[in-house]
Nanobody, 112 residues
Framework: QVQVVESGGGLVQPGGSLRLSCAVS????????MAWYRRAPGNTRELVAT???????NYADSVKGRFTISRDNAKNTAYLQMNSLKPEDTAAYYC??????WGRGTQVTVSS
């Protein structure tokens, strides 16, 4: 059984940083693609960043240069480093693994 658990969200001031974690069990993360999505209240789900099993990464234009997706294969965990956060980054962030498995999300709020 595959389990996906996000953590690391919280309240941060504009310009601040957070690192989200996505701990995965039941599947070898290094062998599959994974992605981070987000959903703000009243909005549709937005693809934030992706990484293939080969390490190719892609980012939404809205986060390019500020967010970095990565993974630690030894820990079977993926990360989303978020810098220079803006109020419009406020959303629930979700990890998707192998285009199939989802976590319950972690809330990020950017506010002064």
């Amino acid at each position: 059984q595959v389990q996906v658990v996000e953590s690391g969200g919280g309240l941060v001031q504009p310009g601040g940083s957070l690192r989200l974690s996505c701990a995965v069990s039941g599947i070898i993360l290094s062998r599959v693609a994974m992605a981070w999505y987000r959903r703000a209240p009243g909005n549709t789900r937005e693809l934030v960043a992706t990484t293939t099993s080969g390490g190719t990464t892609n980012y939404a234009d809205s986060v390019k240069g500020r967010f970095t997706i990565s993974r630690d294969n030894a820990k079977n965990t993926a990360y989303l480093q978020m810098n220079s956060l803006k109020p419009e980054d406020t959303a629930a962030y979700y990890c998707n693994v192998h285009r199939t498995y989802w976590g319950r999300g972690t809330q990020v709020t950017v506010s002064s």
